[in-house]
């Protein structure tokens, strides 16, 4: 988060602009296709314009037999189609029979992908029309098992792959990218994929999924999302071992030749796409993830998503389960079990959200927030030996070795999971943090589900129905007693869409905290009373268009207010704004 980031990255802000390291760009519709209405015609362009078979193999302008009579006349299509002519409604109807058919996740992942090879706006209505059946299938926790059987289940290259054997060339890589105008980028390296760990070159995965989400939630249009995976190899021997590994089968690159590839990538992307191109770092490794955050904050559009978008997730479902548990942040004391990019991310900004509500200089808000790794209590006795990340939460305390006894010590109100660890939220664990409070508030955050610290299950069974609880995978609702628990999903799909568009709409050149915190808020304030009634503590995904747009205008209005905004003149509205340039999968009538 900034104000430790400030520290590391030699006390710069977002706010002080490097003039050297400005420089022009930004996004055009050279056709005018994006900025069509649904009912206006457009020109299906590819180089030229895409006609018979070149426009069925065309995944950006095919309809299948969703085109009309005229339509098949126009652009050469008599024959090559059955006669029938149907809607993209009931394309829909029967896509999703098929779908559902499918016993396991990863069928139903490759079906989705697949679709989206072949026919993108059906593939973008499906999942903005049956959002919370899908959401699970396109991004956590199937992306995780497509990820590790990535080599395997590989048909058609998504994406741009940029390897060591591309150093001194990747300017030239990006411009084979055939669309210009990009303003989303989600980049990898491979390393930290959820919890599942180092997945090399197979990480791409993740920053296709992230993109889908983007246009799905937020709206961003597809041709303006580019997922990058940067090759440094792997050190994971089953996948240098795997004869269908599809990445470079050597020893990860570290040190100095690492920081050089990045370097050049950060500098070709700026020269190729402009100043206003969001780079979202995703699942870098917690050494990489803070210095890369740390090093690029002040001179590009960077924000990494396990620091900052997991914590203004988190953040918020904090804020609101207040409604639930009672009192302000500051009177509740924070206990994570994990300290690293996401654990001391959201304890950073829950510091923050908790300083600016009192006035309280962060370095005192950051004492109501404790933090457990992998050799007990981080505690002021360890201060020497920790990571820079990890220090500002060394707090006085005798040390303590184990997360039940630290419970015990500190008496939580709020117990928060981010270790990548399954089932570290004990019997015993659960039982003592009830004890201490009559609802307390539990947050197993891992992912995938196999890694998460706890099942909604154990968490409800365990604190005898008392618990206010949410994971970073989805569970099922759960009766007990008589009584019918929906768990929340402490999803970051909540928070990037809409953070993405609110930075591209108002032509942002910077992430500032005050960003995040404002997504954070406007997350909480979606909540309604008949969530609330449920224990939810997060609003249904069903309305996530609604609640990107709302958070896509809070926290274009903050950079507005910071001077970080560069369209003008500011919208009046910005929600209606926001609503209006989102990207709709509707189909198009052609010329």
Request: proline residues 5%; charged residues 25%; hydrophobic residues 40%.
């Given at each position: 988060m900034e104000s430790t980031l400030k520290e590391i990255g030699d006390g710069g802000s977002v706010l002080d602009l490097d003039p050297k390291a400005t420089v022009g760009g930004g996004v055009e519709d050279i056709y005018g296709e994006d900025c069509a209405t649904e009912e206006q015609l457009v020109t299906p362009w590819t180089f030229s314009v895409a006609s018979g078979y070149s426009l069925l193999r065309d995944p950006h302008h095919n309809k299948g037999l969703a085109f009309t009579e005229k339509e098949r006349d126009a652009h050469y299509l008599r024959g090559l189609l059955p006669p029938a002519i149907v809607t993209q409604q009931l394309q829909e109807k029967k896509l999703m029979q098929n779908i559902r058919q499918y016993q396991l996740p990863l069928q139903k992942f490759i079906a989705m992908m697949e679709l989206q090879e072949r026919n993108e706006r059906l593939f973008y209505k499906l999942l903005i029309d049956n959002v919370e059946e899908l959401l699970p299938v396109v991004y956590t926790p199937t992306v995780g098992e497509a990820c590790q059987k990535y080599g395997s289940i590989f048909r058609r290259p998504q994406g741009l792959y940029i390897s060591l054997k591309e150093k001194g060339k990747i300017l030239e890589v990006l411009k084979n990218w055939p669309q210009r105008s990009i303003q989303v980028i989600v980049v990898t390296d491979g390393e930290r994929i959820l919890g599942l760990g180092d997945l090399g070159c197979q990480g791409m995965g993740i920053p296709v999924g992230k993109l889908s989400l983007y246009t799905a939630l937020g709206g961003v249009r597809p041709s303006a999302c580019l997922p990058i995976t940067i090759d440094v190899g792997t050190n994971n021997e089953k996948l240098l071992n795997d004869e269908f590994y599809i990445g470079l089968k050597q020893r990860r690159a570290t040190g100095e030749e690492y920081y050089e590839l990045l370097d050049e990538f950060m500098t070709a992307v700026k020269q190729n796409y402009g100043e206003k191109v969001l780079i979202q770092f995703e699942d870098f490794a917690n050494h990489n993830a803070f210095e890369l955050l740390a090093k690029y904050r002040t001179t590009h559009l960077v924000f990494n998503d396990d620091i900052q978008g997991t914590a203004a997730v988190v953040l918020a479902g904090a804020v609101s389960a207040l409604k639930l548990i009672g009192g302000t942040l500051a009177d509740h004391?924070?206990?994570?079990?994990?300290?690293?990019?996401?654990?001391?991310?959201?304890?950073?900004?829950?510091?923050?959200?908790?300083?600016?509500?009192?006035?309280?200089?962060?370095?005192?808000?950051?004492?109501?927030?404790?933090?457990?790794?992998?050799?007990?209590?981080i505690v002021h006795s360890r201060k020497d030996s920790l990571q820079h990340f990890k220090q500002p939460w060394a707090h006085e305390h005798e040390p303590v070795k184990d997360l039940l006894s630290a419970v015990k010590a500190i008496k939580p109100t709020v117990l928060i999971g981010s270790s990548g660890v399954g089932r570290t939220f004990t019997k015993e664990v659960i039982e003592a943090v009830s004890s201490i409070n009559e609802k307390p508030l539990i947050m197993a955050l891992s992912n995938p589900t196999s890694q998460s610290e706890c099942t909604a299950e154990e968490a409800y069974t365990w604190s005898e129905g008392r618990a206010i609880f949410a994971s970073g995978s989805p569970f099922d609702p759960f009766e007990y007693n008589g009584k019918t628990f929906v768990p929340g999903q402490s999803n970051n799909a909540y928070i990037f869409p809409g953070f993405g568009l609110g930075v591209v709409i108002s032509g942002a050149i910077r992430v500032h905290d005050d960003m995040l915190l404002a997504a954070s808020e406007a997350l909480a304030a979606q909540v309604s009373e008949e969530n609330y009634d449920k224990g939810l503590i997060y609003p249904p995904f069903t309305n996530i268009r609604k609640i990107s747009a709302n958070i896509a205008a809070n926290v274009a209005?903050?950079?507005?207010?910071?001077?970080?905004?560069?369209?003008?003149?500011?919208?009046?509205?910005l929600v209606?704004?926001?609503?209006?340039?989102?990207?709709?999968?509707?189909?198009r009538t052609y010329r």
């Open positions: 004391t924070f206990l994570f079990l994990g300290a690293g990019e996401a654990g001391t991310g959201i304890a950073e900004l829950i510091a923050l959200e908790i300083s600016k509500q009192t006035k309280a200089p962060v370095e005192e808000t950051r004492k109501k927030i404790w933090l457990v790794d992998s050799k007990g209590l209005a903050k950079a507005y207010e910071l001077g970080l905004a560069t369209r003008l003149p500011r919208p009046a509205d209606k704004y926001a609503e209006s340039c989102m990207y709709s999968p509707v189909y």
